[in-house]
Nanobody, 123 residues
Framework: VQLVESGGGSVQAGGSLRLSCAAS????????MGWFRQSPGNVREGVAA???????LYADFVKGRFTISRDNAKNMLYLQMNSLKPEDTAMYYC??????????????????WGQGTQVTVSS
């Protein structure tokens, strides 16, 4: 399974970005998937997750600003990020293949990870 993220970049505070994740040899609609982020010196943290029926879960620090979605026909996962803040600056990772019980999960027990895409928000 290969996951490839894109869409990162540099924006000013208050701006928006949409991250995309393309999967090969895996169908997003069949399991759990999510977005995580990691900044230097910090642990990787869950941002948003979705299960196979479309139930979503968001970290408190992105609720109301970020939206996770998927396109089953294109086998793509997305993260729409609005009202970005400098503290959102991090490497963002797409993940799938949760190893535990089914559901939208924000703990990092996923089997497959992309290489990440950098998001930088300036004040």
């Amino acid at each position: 399974v290969q996951l490839v993220e894109s869409g990162g970049g540099s924006v000013q505070a208050g701006g928006s970005l949409r991250l995309s994740c393309a999967a090969s040899e895996y169908t997003f609609s069949s399991g759990s998937m999510g977005w995580f982020r990691q900044s230097p010196g910090n642990v990787r943290e869950g941002v948003a997750a979705m299960d196979y029926v479309g139930t979503t879960l968001y970290a408190d620090f992105v609720k109301g600003r970020f939206t996770i979605s998927r396109d089953n026909a294109k086998n793509m996962l997305y993260l729409q990020m609005n009202s970005l803040k400098p503290e959102d600056t991090a490497m963002y990772y797409c993940t799938t293949g949760f190893r535990g019980a089914p559901g939208a999960r924000l703990d990092p027990a996923y089997a497959y990870w992309g290489q990440g895409t950098q998001v930088t928000v300036s004040s």
